[in-house]
């Protein structure tokens, strides 16, 4: 650091605060990103999405939780995979293998899919072209940790 001309340098033992350290991570769960997160899915044109005068809401699970990493660890090594594949050879597949292994993502987060009795489950959602705007919300959702945060786990 400069000053007037003259450097001055901080040793490590200036500006030091000692904080009390505990063992009991429960006095920190005010900070920790919830389990679980709620979405209630909208149609296309902004309107609810409603399944027999029902909303329709999808719960995932979050980043902080271990199904959300071993299915992100599945993907990741699914779509490496992919890469040494095609490093010899084109891939006619290479789109519907990754929307394949997006929706296996999502079902694998997927908690439950609430008053939508889709045939299938929640895979069978995300795989269902003409039901994109629901795997399209889920994806938004997962990209803002707010969602995951200050808010109880609906379960």
Known sequence: VQTSGRQHFLTTH????????????????????????RIEIDLPNGEPMLFEGKQVAVNIHGPATDVFVKAKDAMDKEAQKRVFRSMGAKLKKGDDEDKDAD??????ITDSVENFPFP???GAIYRER????????VRGHLSDLGNFFGKPSPN
């Not at 000692?18 to 997160?37: H, Q, R, W």
């Not at 929706?103 to 694998?108: D, E, T, V």
């Open 14 to 37: 200036e500006n030091i605060t000692m904080t009390k350290t505990t063992t009991d991570t429960n006095a920190f769960a005010s900070f920790f990103l919830s389990e679980t997160s």
């Open 103 to 108: 929706a296996r993502f999502l079902a694998a």
């Open 120 to 122: 299938g489950g929640a």
């Open 130 to 137: 003409r039901l994109k705007y629901v795997a399209d919300q």
